[in-house]
């Protein structure tokens, strides 16, 4: 018999209202893809099209400051070691092959466009130095795994060889 306690629980949880309802899908999946991209919405939808134009369902994502900078240039070693182990997490529950890492222009975590002098060329080429960083931290750690990188602008997306 359960105690007072453990009845006004099932009470509760009888009672639940809820503020947004919606079915989840709750089965289990494979993630096609592991992302880490930056928080800053702006290129939030960007990132969505983009994903959705490859067909890609489910996806395990990140979304920390500076996104692939937690790779290339972490605040701390943990931040790095954090991260490794989300994508480790990922692999292991989700089976997933492939991690894509993004940038993007004018990134606070990286003192916006105002650390090139609004140069967008030199920008870029910050840039494309640190996802090949992130991709040798990744790769070093997860060999077997792809890894793509991209950095996000204006006017779109660019793969980084």
């Not at 067909?55 to 490794?84: C, Q, R």
């Not at 890492?101 to 975590?109: E, I, M, R």
Request: glycine letters at 8%; hydrophobic letters at 35%; a negative charge.
């Amino acid at each position: 018999m359960p105690g007072v306690w453990a009845e006004k629980i099932i009470i509760k949880l009888v009672e639940q209202k809820y503020v947004y309802q919606e079915d989840a899908e709750t089965e289990h999946y494979h993630a096609e893809v592991f992302t880490v991209r930056c928080f800053d919405n702006r290129y939030w939808k960007q990132f969505k099209h983009f994903i959705k134009d490859r067909g890609m369902g489910h996806i395990d994502t990140e979304s920390v400051a500076g996104g692939a900078k937690i790779f290339a240039s972490p605040e701390k070693d943990s931040d790095s070691d954090f991260m490794l182990r989300e994508l480790q997490k990922s692999e292991l529950l989700h089976h997933t092959k492939k991690v894509m890492l993004f940038t993007h222009s004018d990134c606070g975590a990286y003192g916006g466009l105002t650390r090139f002098n609004g140069d967008k060329d030199a920008e870029f080429l910050f840039h494309t130095d640190e996802l090949h960083k992130a991709t040798g931290v990744v790769c070093d750690k997860f060999s077997h795994l792809k890894v793509e990188a991209y950095f996000m602008n204006q006017g779109g997306i660019v793969r980084i060889p």
